[in-house]
């Protein structure tokens, strides 16, 4: 089992950057393969991005491809999310995911542990 913190929104303005942290507790962390996944208000939680748990394999939605970058640290247990150019349609709850089966997915339903998620805000 594994759990996961959030932390690093805010309120930014249109074509800034912000860098979200999703913090695990657990010494298994490198079992799992991370993804960040976002809701907007009256929206269903949709896929940000995932990265394998060597940090070497990841996986975009389209519309932040050439915009955000998934890493992760292994030895802090920490998954990153850098996101630059942010557009007021980025503006979410932004949550980070462990799939205990280890593979990349954009579907929120092969995740097992979640985040309490943290708020992201653009304003144009």
């Known amino acids: 089992q594994v759990q996961l913190v959030e932390s690093g929104g805010g309120l930014v303005q249109a074509g800034g950057s912000l860098r979200l942290s999703c913090a695990a507790a657990?010494?298994?962390?490198?079992?799992?393969?991370m993804a960040w996944f976002r809701q907007a208000p009256g929206k269903e939680r949709e896929f940000v991005g995932a990265?394998?748990?060597?940090?070497?394999?990841?996986q975009y939605e389209d519309s932040v491809k050439a915009r955000f970058t998934i890493s992760r640290d292994n030895a802090k247990n920490t998954v990153y999310l850098q996101m630059n150019s942010l557009k007021s349609e980025d503006t979410a709850v932004y949550y980070c995911?462990?799939?205990?089966?280890?593979?990349?997915?954009?579907?929120?339903?092969?995740?097992?542990?979640w985040g309490q998620g943290t708020q992201v805000t653009v304003s144009s």
């Open positions: 995911a462990a799939n205990q089966r280890s593979f990349l997915s954009p579907s929120r339903f092969d995740y097992d542990y």
């Open positions: 990265v394998s748990r060597s940090g070497l394999s990841t």
């Open positions: 657990g010494r298994t962390f490198g079992s799992y393969a």
